[in-house]
């Protein structure tokens, strides 16, 4: 006679669902997309102080630093979630 598949601890349906939830590894797409935003950021800049402000969006003039910032700091928050 074969026992019944038990655990040996008792689970609480609310916090098992939520910790094997949190325990996850991150999709496949995360990390390229979080590496993309934070190279992104980078070049939008670059090539902002290359073409002497003339690149990427002419006539925003400092606003495209800040939107390569943007982009940096998006792929930064990304890491608190990165496991």
């Known amino acids: 006679m074969a026992?019944?598949?038990?655990?040996?601890?008792p689970r609480k349906a609310d916090?098992?669902?939520t910790e094997r939830r949190e325990n996850l590894p991150?999709?496949?797409?995360?990390?390229?997309?979080m590496f993309g935003f934070m190279l992104l950021?980078?070049?939008?800049?670059?090539?902002?102080?290359?073409s002497q402000g003339s690149w990427p969006i002419p006539g925003i003039n400092e606003?495209?630093?800040a939107i390569g910032f943007g982009?940096?700091?998006i792929g930064f928050f990304m890491t608190?979630?990165?496991?």
């Open 41 to 50: 950021g980078l070049v939008w800049i670059i090539v902002y102080y290359l």
């Open 3 to 9: 026992r019944p598949n038990t655990s040996p601890t």
């Open 26 to 33: 991150n999709p496949v797409w995360f990390k390229p997309i």
């Open 80 to 83: 608190t979630r990165w496991r």
């Open 15 to 17: 916090s098992g669902e």
């Open 63 to 65: 606003a495209n630093i």
């Open 71 to 73: 982009f940096l700091i």
